[in-house]
Nanobody, 127 residues
Framework: EVQLAESGGGVVQARGSLRLSCSYSGFTFDDYAIGWFRQAPGKEREALASISRKDGTSYYTDSAKGRFTITSDNANNTVYLQMNELRPEDTAVYYC????????????????????YGRGTQVTISS
């Protein structure tokens, strides 16, 4: 059984930084993708970034490019999302999700394409 768990959320002042962690277990093979999403109150869930466990390829949406960085520590089964220059509009619940198989450009940004989900971690940016 695949399990994912986010950690690292909290309250940070605007322009600060935060690093979220997604610890996972249970994948059978080495080819899978882990992605980060977020959902702000009253808004739809949006994709941020995703990374391939197999070769480290990563993709970002425009919301994440330039300020967020996704990395993978394969030895410790953890994917990180480093977030810099945070803004009040980054306030949201942040989720990680995973699916078996290669990181595919047209698939990675779709929440419903993932098979496994964490419960989320709250990030609040104060102005």
């Amino acid at each position: 059984e695949v399990q994912l768990a986010e950690s690292g959320g909290g309250v940070v002042q605007a322009r600060g930084s935060l690093r979220l962690s997604c610890s996972y277990s249970g994948f059978t093979f080495d080819d899978y993708a882990i992605g980060w999403f977020r959902q702000a109150p009253g808004k739809e869930r949006e994709a941020l970034a995703s990374i391939s466990r197999k070769d480290g390829t990563s993709y970002y949406t425009d919301s994440a490019k330039g300020r967020f960085t996704i990395t993978s520590d394969n030895a410790n089964n953890t994917v990180y999302l480093q977030m810099n220059e945070l803004r009040p509009e980054d306030t949201a619940v942040y989720y990680c999700a995973g699916y078996d198989g290669p990181l595919i450009y047209r698939r990675w940004a779709l929440w419903t394409e993932y098979d496994y989900y964490g419960r989320g971690t709250q990030v609040t940016i104060s102005s």
